[in-house]
């Protein structure tokens, strides 16, 4: 139901949550990597238990895709997956019509690739999804192995695909198209299953750190120093070229892509866009030239997280120190090209962002996966940060400048007056003047050193102020960080006057 959260009993305690998880979704399920833990949400299929899938030595077991009837009813299903080859197991599969199986019914059928037969007897209640259980290949020994572990994954062209084996950190392996529990790599047809190591494409070259599919185009791989594109179908004259040998990606959540198709990243010198054609920029070169410095990030000890805000038209940029929830946040605004820093309460530190394109558009949003457990979204209307049981305040602050006063950098300018057009429906803000002789030490006084401080009252549009400050370079910061208030800033126009030489 639509709102309404169920928690899958089975899965509690099933996974390491604190060793890297990822799920992606496929063919209606949940698919949970997380190193040897490999598991499967199922929402999708029926379950039916049998003391014995294979009664005689004239039947078998059913094969995936196989269709099965009720003996005695009109109930029908496709099978998806079985837990044994023989002996007790469960038979997980799509029910395709209204009549449901009964509890003592035979099942018969006849597997479509060697025309066996398939005859066995349900011994329980049918149960109907959500189910829960182990990822792992189709039973009878011909369906090849998984690896072993495996930190990385998402659905491409219709496979499961595999990486992050910390033993193979190169290496990278494709279920068969359209059925994930078929992993034997020694088929040769275009479907079959395949790997790094047994395709033309081959291995990587560097460690694999994300896998971004692009629909069924093509899939970037994203590894510690390099960025890889796989065109097409490995298995079908797919070609893996390196786009980057200059920038990796940080971890397997640190992208994005925006309604253009351009793919956004946390790379090894700033943020980067992608674009459609394969050109790779570093957006934050000039703007944020420390940016990886300043951060100081370490994928053993921070997560950054990558969100594409549709509503908005930004992107949400996210680093934040597991532990603790201590986070630094941007946001990049699509339409201007500006970074404007943030900091969110550490209980809302992001591990996780999705927008959820809702049928109702009431619904739609970027949904944010916090540290405290909360999903949460951004509200226009809010004046405070949700922070569990209770509300914390959000402080905001713009800061103009720093901005020559005089004709030369040798010269110092003089301000006589200061006129400050807030919004008509503003609160109260707090203004700050700074002044010095070079714009380094404006920027180094911000916050510590102001010359004139005080507040202009809400509901004046212009209020004009007298905050007398001589030097080459000036600067004026607004701020806000009272509870419940909003405000909002239309221009400032100081009137300077020389004031000689330095």
């Known amino acids: 139901m639509a709102g309404t959260l169920v928690v899958i009993s089975d899965s509690i305690g099933d996974v390491d949550t604190s060793d890297q998880l990822m799920i992606f979704e496929a063919y209606q399920k949940a698919l949970i990597v997380n190193g040897e833990n490999l598991k499967v949400a199922d929402f999708i299929n029926t379950r039916l238990a049998t003391a014995d899938i294979v009664?005689?030595?004239?039947?078998?077991?059913?094969?995936?895709?196989?269709?099965?009837?009720?003996?005695?009813?009109?109930?029908?299903?496709?099978?998806?997956?079985?837990?044994?080859?023989?002996?007790?197991?469960?038979?997980?599969?799509?029910?395709?019509?209204?009549?449901?199986?009964?509890?003592?019914?035979?099942?018969?059928?006849?597997?479509?690739?060697?025309?066996?037969?398939?005859?066995?007897?349900?011994?329980?209640?049918?149960?109907?999804?959500?189910?829960?259980?182990?990822?792992?290949?189709?039973?009878?020994?011909?369906?090849?192995?998984?690896?072993?572990?495996?930190?990385?994954?998402?659905?491409?062209?219709?496979?499961?695909?595999?990486?992050?084996?910390?033993?193979?950190?190169?290496?990278?392996?494709?279920?068969?198209?359209?059925?994930?529990?078929?992993?034997?790599?020694?088929?040769?047809?275009?479907?079959?299953?395949?790997?790094?190591?047994?395709?033309?494409?081959?291995?990587?070259g560097d460690i694999v750190r994300c896998l971004i599919p692009c629909g069924d185009d093509y899939l970037v791989f994203g590894c510690a120093s390099q960025v890889w594109l796989l065109r097409g179908d490995p298995a079908a004259g797919g070609t893996l070229d390196k786009l980057s040998g200059t920038t990796?990606?940080?971890?397997?959540?640190?992208?994005?892509?925006?309604?253009?198709?351009?793919?956004?990243?946390?790379?090894?010198?700033?943020?980067?866009?992608m674009s459609p054609e394969f050109g790779i920029e570093n957006l934050t070169q000039d703007k944020l030239p420390d940016l990886i410095k300043d951060e100081g990030a370490n994928p053993s000890t921070h997560r950054i997280t990558l969100g594409f805000d549709q509503i908005r038209q930004g992107i949400v940029v996210s680093v934040v120190e597991l532990d603790s929830g201590s986070n630094s946040c941007y946001w990049y605004d699509i339409r201007t090209g500006g970074f404007f820093p943030e900091v969110y309460p550490t209980q809302c530190g992001a591990y996780c962002q999705y927008y959820y394109n809702a049928n109702a558009a009431s619904l739609a949003d970027l949904l944010i996966g916090c540290k405290d457990g909360y999903i949460r979204s951004?509200?226009?209307?809010?004046?405070?940060?949700?922070?569990?049981?209770?509300?914390?305040?959000?402080?905001?602050?713009?800061?103009?400048?720093?901005?020559?006063?005089?004709?030369?950098?040798?010269?110092?300018?003089?301000?006589?007056?200061?006129?400050?057009?807030?919004?008509?429906?503003?609160?109260?803000?707090?203004?700050?003047?700074?002044?010095?002789?070079?714009?380094?030490?404006?920027?180094?006084?911000?916050?510590?050193?102001?010359?004139?401080?005080?507040?202009?009252?809400?509901?004046?549009?212009?209020?004009?102020?007298?905050?007398?400050?001589?030097?080459?370079?000036m600067g004026i910061l607004l701020r806000n960080d009272n509870d419940n208030e909003t405000w909002s800033f239309e221009q400032a126009v100081a009137e300077i006057k020389a004031a000689g030489k330095i």
């Not at 199986?101 to 025309?115: A, Q, R, Y």
């Not at 949700?386 to 800061?399: H, K, L, P, Y």
């Not at 803000?429 to 380094?440: F, G, I, L, P, R």
């Open 55 to 204: 009664a005689t030595a004239s039947n078998t077991f059913p094969l995936h895709g196989t269709s099965l009837f009720g003996a005695t009813t009109s109930a029908a299903m496709v099978a998806d997956y079985v837990t044994a080859a023989d002996g007790s197991a469960y038979v997980y599969g799509y029910v395709t019509t209204s009549q449901p199986f009964l509890s003592t019914e035979v099942v018969t059928g006849t597997n479509p690739i060697d025309s066996t037969t398939i005859s066995f007897t349900i011994n329980a209640e049918p149960v109907a999804h959500p189910h829960w259980y182990d990822w792992e290949p189709y039973p009878g020994g011909t369906f090849g192995e998984m690896p072993e572990k495996a930190y990385l994954g998402c659905l491409y062209r219709g496979r499961a695909v595999l990486s992050g084996n910390p033993k193979f950190p190169h290496q990278w392996w494709m279920s068969r198209q359209a059925n994930i529990w078929d992993w034997a790599f020694l088929a040769t047809d275009a479907l079959s299953p395949i790997s790094g190591a047994n395709s033309d494409a081959g291995e990587l």
């Open 248 to 273: 990796g990606i940080f971890g397997p959540l640190s992208w994005c892509w925006d309604s253009q198709r351009n793919l956004y990243f946390w790379g090894s010198q700033g943020i980067y866009r």
């Open 378 to 473: 951004f509200k226009d209307a809010a004046t405070m940060d949700d922070t569990g049981s209770t509300e914390t305040a959000i402080e905001s602050r713009m800061f103009a400048g720093p901005a020559l006063t005089a004709r030369d950098a040798d010269s110092r300018g003089r301000m006589k007056s200061l006129s400050i057009t807030l919004g008509a429906d503003t609160d109260s803000v707090d203004y700050e003047v700074y002044a010095e002789d070079t714009a380094e030490e404006v920027v180094d006084a911000i916050l510590s050193s102001p010359l004139h401080t005080g507040t202009i009252t809400g509901g004046n549009r212009t209020q004009t102020l007298r905050p007398r400050s001589r030097g080459a370079w």
